[in-house]
């Protein structure tokens, strides 16, 4: 299986998670790549969509390594990996610097994205989180530990496509991982995809606009 593009990928994933529609599920997708995916299954769902934006808090000198993450909420929520903070000697004060630039940049992306929206309440609710694709599982282990607690009913990960690997990592923390195809050999996640063009602004912008919250 291969996908045309997003919405079609978001087509296929919709009718796996058909399931759940009487569960009353909140969407969230990981912008940007995973709003239009996303945005077919929440309107396949009858469900609300929001976002859920996810910044790496990386070594000071280097970026790429992750020494945590922090993830959107009223209160930000903010998950470190102490290996990485001891191994490469991040102190409290360095990691404290990036982490309140993440949020920064975590408040303007939501208010470019959904204006002054308030954050969906979680709580004993059934959670579908969305990306496009998984390659290595870092940005979505972040979001699904975050996740956890706010406390929902349900926590399920659902995405066209991952390594096998990754999925059986994350499948020990949500309670449910829905895939429409995993690879031993990954490579990249575009390799799956015939489109799979940057999403911009105001894709994201428009699809949640459609959506978005009327049907909570």
Same mark, same amino acid.
């Given at each position: 299986?291969? !996908?045309? *593009?997003?919405?079609?990928?978001? &087509? ?18 990981? $912008? ?15 469900? $609300?969509?929001?976002?859920?934006? +996810? ?14 993450? +922090?993830?959107? *909420? ?19 004060? *360095? ?23 308030? @954050?969906?309440?979680?709580? *004993? ?24 607690? =706010? @406390?929902?009913?349900?926590? +399920? ?19 449910? +991982?829905?895939?429409?195809? &995993? @690879?031993?050999? !990954? ?8 489109? !799979? ?12 606009? =459609?959506?978005?919250?009327? =049907?909570?």
């Amino acid at each position: 299986m291969s !996908f045309r *593009d997003r919405k079609d990928a978001g &087509s296929r994933l919709a009718a796996v998670l058909m399931r759940y529609r009487d569960e009353r599920p909140i969407i969230l997708a990981l $912008p940007r790549g995973g709003v239009p995916v996303a945005a077919e299954v929440a309107d396949a769902l009858d469900a $609300p969509l929001d976002l859920l934006i +996810v910044r790496k808090i990386g070594v000071p000198q280097q970026p790429e390594l992750a020494a945590g993450a +922090v993830v959107d *909420d009223t209160k930000p929520i903010v998950v470190r990996n102490e290996d990485v903070i001891r191994m490469a000697g991040v102190s409290q004060a *360095d990691f404290e610097r990036v982490r309140t630039a993440e949020i920064a940049e975590i408040g303007r992306r939501r208010s470019r994205y959904l204006g002054d929206r308030p @954050h969906p309440e979680l709580k *004993d609710r059934t959670v579908i989180v969305i990306d496009d694709g998984i390659a290595t599982g870092a940005t979505a282990r972040a979001a699904l530990e975050a996740l956890r607690r =706010r @406390h929902p009913r349900l926590l +399920v990960l659902a995405t066209p496509v991952a390594p096998t690997d990754t999925l059986e990592m994350l499948g020990k923390q949500a309670d449910r +991982v829905e895939c429409l195809e &995993s @690879h031993t050999i !990954f490579g990249a996640i575009g390799n799956f995809y015939d489109d !799979f063009r940057q999403v911009s602004d105001e894709e994201v912008i428009s699809a949640l606009s =459609r959506i978005g919250p009327k =049907r909570s």
